[in-house]
């Protein structure tokens, strides 16, 4: 089946620094990938959504400039959060959308974000 | 989208069948059924999805009543890995190139007790 990566599985920061995740398509070139945020014992809210080659669209009340996202290639996303603050501690998972008979979205393991 | 209604929590014995219900009241003739879990700490992982047959693969087995207005996921034998969230959604797979993305509800904490 299809294998989405991330990396890395968890990063502690200061507030105020900026943490980069990476979102990789293993074994299939995805066009587009999503990236989703959940809180503790929240469900996976959709944060926004890259095409490969163009710029990402955000979900309402997701501020573009404070996590953004770069799809430079067919197998890469990443996801940056800017001056991370507490508030933004969260765990990130990315997803990529998978044609063909399911055309659905396999789901990476998700990166554990803890700023201080 | 169809709304989807799911009990937040259930039990099962491990080795027993697990039978996850899900409501899809509002569903319309071109939305599919599907399943996800998520276990903690861990990505979605996709287990199955049908339109209007009943479908069976290597996880689980997937019934949709007739009129498709409710479903039921089975776990054969649960073991304890089977213990996670467990999310229906009903979405729109396109046949002319858009897609639909996937949302989740609040899903169905299932427990797998020994």
């Known amino acids: 089946g299809a294998v989405v990566s991330q990396h890395p599985s968890w990063v502690i920061c200061k507030s105020g620094t900026s943490v980069k995740i990476e979102c990789r398509s293993l074994?299939?070139?995805?066009?587009?990938m999503f990236w989703y945020r959940q809180f503790p014992k929240q469900s996976l809210m959709l944060m926004a959504t890259?095409?490969?080659?163009?710029?990402?669209?955000?979900e309402q009340g997701v501020e573009k400039d404070k996590f953004l996202i770069n799809h430079a290639s067919l197998t890469l996303s990443t996801l940056t959060v800017t001056s991370a603050h507490p508030e933004d501690s969260s765990f990130y998972i990315c997803?990529?959308?998978?044609?063909?008979?399911?055309?659905?979205?396999?789901f990476g393991p998700g990166t554990r974000l803890t700023v201080l | 989208d169809a709304k989807t209604t799911q009990p937040p929590s259930m039990d099962c014995a491990e080795g027993r069948a697990a039978n996850l219900p899900c409501n899809h009241s509002?569903?319309?003739?071109?939305?599919?059924v599907y399943w996800y879990r998520q276990i903690h700490s861990q990505g979605p992982q996709y287990i199955i999805h049908?339109?209007?047959n009943n479908e069976t693969n290597e996880m689980a087995s997937l019934i949709i009543t007739e009129d498709r207005k409710s479903s039921t996921l089975i776990l054969p034998h649960a073991t304890l890995r089977d213990t996670a969230v467990y999310y229906c959604?009903?979405?729109?797979?396109?046949?002319?190139?858009?897609?639909?993305?996937?949302?989740f509800g609040t899903g169905t904490k299932l427990q797998v007790i020994p």
């Open positions: 509002t569903i319309s003739g071109n939305e599919y």
């Open positions: 049908g339109l209007k």
């Open positions: 890259s095409n490969e080659g163009s710029k990402a669209t955000y």
């Open positions: 074994d299939f070139q995805a066009t587009t």
């Open positions: 997803s990529a959308r998978v044609y063909g008979f399911l055309d659905t979205q396999y």
């Open positions: 959604i009903v979405r729109v797979v396109m046949n002319s190139g858009g897609y639909q993305k996937v949302t």
